[in-house]
Every structure is written in C-alpha cells, then in structure tokens.
C-alpha cells in the first residue's frame, strides 16, 4: 500500500497504474499483458515521492486498526469485487467507527476508511469519484491532528494527498506534491517504527521513471524496513513491500528474484490482479 501515469511509455510491458501514495496498485481486469504499455505519472513522482507501507510478519504486528475495517482492506487488495459492490464495505466500517470510536481514533478510521474506498475507485478509472474520496481524507486526517499530533495522522495525511496528486490535475502535483515527503517525515519523528511513513520516502527509488529511479537502492531500502524487527506493521504494507521489491527486479530484467518476490506477495493477496499481470507479462505464470 504502491505513482507516476504518462511519462514513460515502454512496448510490451504491462499497463501499471502507479501511485505516489503506495506500492503499484493493481491492474484492471482485462487487459493483455502483451499489449500494454507501462504508464508513469508524469512529474507527480519528483514531487510527491511514493508511498509504500509495510505489514505483519515483518516486524510488530499493527494493533490499531478497528476489526470493522479490515474487511473493507481486505476486499480492496483482493479485488474481487468492484467499487460499486465494495460499497456497503465501506457503508458498514464508517457507521460502526461513528458508533463505537471518539476522538483522533474516530477521525483516523474514517480517514483510512475513505483512503480505501477511494483507491478502489482510482482502480477503475473513476478519477472524480476517487479524489473525493481523498478529499474527505484529508478533512479527516486534519481534524484528527487537530484533535492530537499524530504520527498516523501525519500519515493519513501524506497519503491522501499522494494519491490525490495521481487523479487530480498536473496542477495539483505542483502545489502540493512536495508536502508527501514533508509530512511521512514528520510522521517518523513523532513515531520511527511507523513503517508505512518510512517507505513513502524510500517507494519512489522502485516507481519513479527514468532517471530518477534508483532500483539498487530501492530495494536495499525496502529491504532493510523487512529486516527492521521494531516495526509496527500491518498485512497490506507487507504484500505493498514484496510487490515493490518484485517489480523493481522486474524492471532490471532480473526475473528469477522478480518470481520470488511477486510470489510472497500472492501468498498474501491471491486475487491481487497488479502481480497476477505482472507475472503474466513476464512470462513466469501461464
């Protein structure tokens, strides 16, 4: 939880929507592996940097996450279900956080809430419908800082407007690509185990288009977050961390360490179609 649309076309590599808020998403369903073209988001990598996050199994399990809103996370990497009949997902885990949680906790929940409703409909295309989904993130995230200097709402924070960047005009990314980095920063000084704020500086090593990636070193970073034992971690940052890694050794033509990696992440997220095409189209999966 992996972006740079329409800077750099490639022939023969997969159509990748990549966001500067996480790991490399998730393909749409129906395309030929052998027909698309990789698409990076133009400027958007240099300003807002990517975003990755990191999960259970690779350090302290996370803790804070309300159980209403895991389905919700669950079904969104899955992808088995479009935005539409994810819905009531998101309906179920909104109305349970206003009734049970007050406070920073309630704000945060919303705002991850909102994050995932809106990433299934970045998924689609439906750009509009996504950016006001961020939007409303936003809000959340600032009223729980509002409320307490958080960490995760630092967090929140740089996510939301990572992916905003993704959907909403060039002119977006300019004026506000640049606070991505400002805020994860900002995240690990008031908590250096937050993972995810830890891979929103290093992701952009892995996505950002040439030049300006530096997949030596992205890998290196992200797997020295895998290494790091004090970690609070959840499971979708874990599968966004495998994916990353796989994908940058996919990059380099390196397809053996490229296998190895997308399978850990299938180990996690089965259905996820991001790594299912990517395997396709590199010729590891029939």
Not at 41 to 50: C, E, K, P, T
Not at 54 to 69: E, Q, T
């Amino acid at each position: 939880m992996s972006g740079f649309r329409g800077c750099c076309v490639r022939a023969g590599y997969p159509k990748l929507d990549f966001y500067p808020g996480l790991a490399p998403p998730a393909l749409r369903g129906g395309e030929s592996p052998g027909r698309m073209e990789l698409q990076v988001n133009r400027m958007v990598v240099l300003l807002a940097g990517a975003l990755v996050t990191v999960a259970p199994g690779m350090g302290l399990y996370g803790d804070s996450l309300a159980p209403w809103f895991i389905p919700l996370r669950e079904a969104v990497y899955e992808q088995t279900l479009s935005a539409d009949d994810l819905s009531p997902l998101y309906e179920k885990a909104r109305k349970e956080t206003e009734k049970n949680l007050h406070g920073p906790a309630r704000y945060l929940t919303l705002s991850r809430c909102a994050y995932m409703l809106g990433r299934a409909y970045q998924y689609e295309g439906r750009k509009d419908e996504a950016a006001q989904q961020y939007e409303q993130g936003i809000r959340w995230a600032n009223a729980a800082l509002k409320e307490a200097e958080t960490s995760e709402g630092y967090q929140m924070l740089a996510e939301h407007i990572s992916q905003s960047c993704a959907v909403r005009p060039v002119s977006y990314a300019l004026a506000n690509g640049g606070k991505v980095e400002t805020y994860a920063k900002k995240a690990l000084e008031l908590d250096r185990r937050n993972g995810a704020a830890r891979i929103m500086i290093a992701a952009r090593y892995v996505y950002a288009p040439a030049p300006f990636h530096n997949y030596k070193r992205g890998i290196q970073m992200m797997q020295d977050i895998i290494n790091q034992g004090d970690l609070v971690l959840e499971k979708d940052d874990r599968f966004n961390v495998y994916s990353a890694i796989g994908y940058a050794y996919y990059q380099q033509k390196r397809h053996t360490e490229a296998e190895l990696w997308l399978q850990k992440a299938l180990g996690l997220y089965p259905t996820n179609q991001f790594v299912q095409t990517l395997r396709k189209s590199d010729g590891s999966s029939p």
